[in-house]
């Protein structure tokens, strides 16, 4: 089966002989008073993946591209310092030539580490490769609503030192306060309004006595 793997479109030039993907966890587990204890299901962490890359300075027949191992240095370089998320793509073919499955993710770069070892790799470079998924998100700014100004509407304006005119009704007998409410102000519970407009006169809202003169409040 032949693997292929890319980093941001570049095909690295020796597949590496294994691939690490750990899917990490945040579920919480909790300790009950009982000393039983539950799990709270939360939502996964973002893939980590690792993995090992040989970085060939000589022409190997089964090493794919060219421009030795500084080309390769220059990309993480530029993939760490761009501060950008970039697409990581491992494709795995069956030998019939046919797609297995791949492994297809937007993640960033969080640290490499380059090895070099004489005995080892000869000329050759490691780097051991450390990425993240990346999870995309959006900040919005939220505008405070500005609070609308109470506007106050007024009547007509009255000529100066001209006094408002005043109502005055002259108690019959059956009048009430609710029943003159009623007919000066349109609601008879608003009789209270009568009363503390006469408590010079009217000692109690119930009681009002024939040819008392009542002020009558604007309407």
């Known amino acids: 089966m032949a693997y292929h793997f890319y980093l941001d479109g570049t095909e690295l030039p020796v597949t590496p002989s294994s691939l690490k993907l750990r899917v990490k966890n945040q579920n919480e587990t909790v300790s009950l008073i009982n000393d039983g204890e539950i799990n709270f299901l939360k939502a996964p962490g973002l893939t980590e993946i690792q993995f090992d890359a040989l970085l060939p300075q000589t022409g190997y027949p089964f090493a794919r591209g060219g421009g030795g191992a500084s080309y390769y240095l220059s990309l993480l370089e530029r993939l760490k310092a761009g501060k950008r998320p970039f697409r990581f793509l491992v494709s795995r073919i069956i ?15 969080e640290e490499y580490q380059i090895r070099e070892d004489a005995q080892e790799l000869g000329m050759d470079v490691e780097v051991s490769v450390s990425l993240k998924r990346y999870q995309s998100y959006e900040t919005r700014t939220v505008q405070p609503v500005k609070k609308a100004k109470a506007v106050r509407i007024s009547g007509p304006k009255r000529e100066e030192g001209s006094p408002p005119e005043i109502s005055t009704h002259k108690v019959e007998a059956g009048d009430c306060l609710w029943n003159l409410a009623k007919q000066y102000l349109g609601d008879g519970s608003r009789y209270n309004e009568i009363y503390e407009l006469n408590r010079d006169i009217v000692q109690n809202p119930n009681l009002i006595y024939v040819g008392q003169e009542l002020k009558m409040p604007e309407r």
Do not use: K, M, Q
């Open 95 to 109: 030998p019939r030539g046919a797609l297995l499955f791949d492994t297809n993710l937007l993640v960033s770069l």
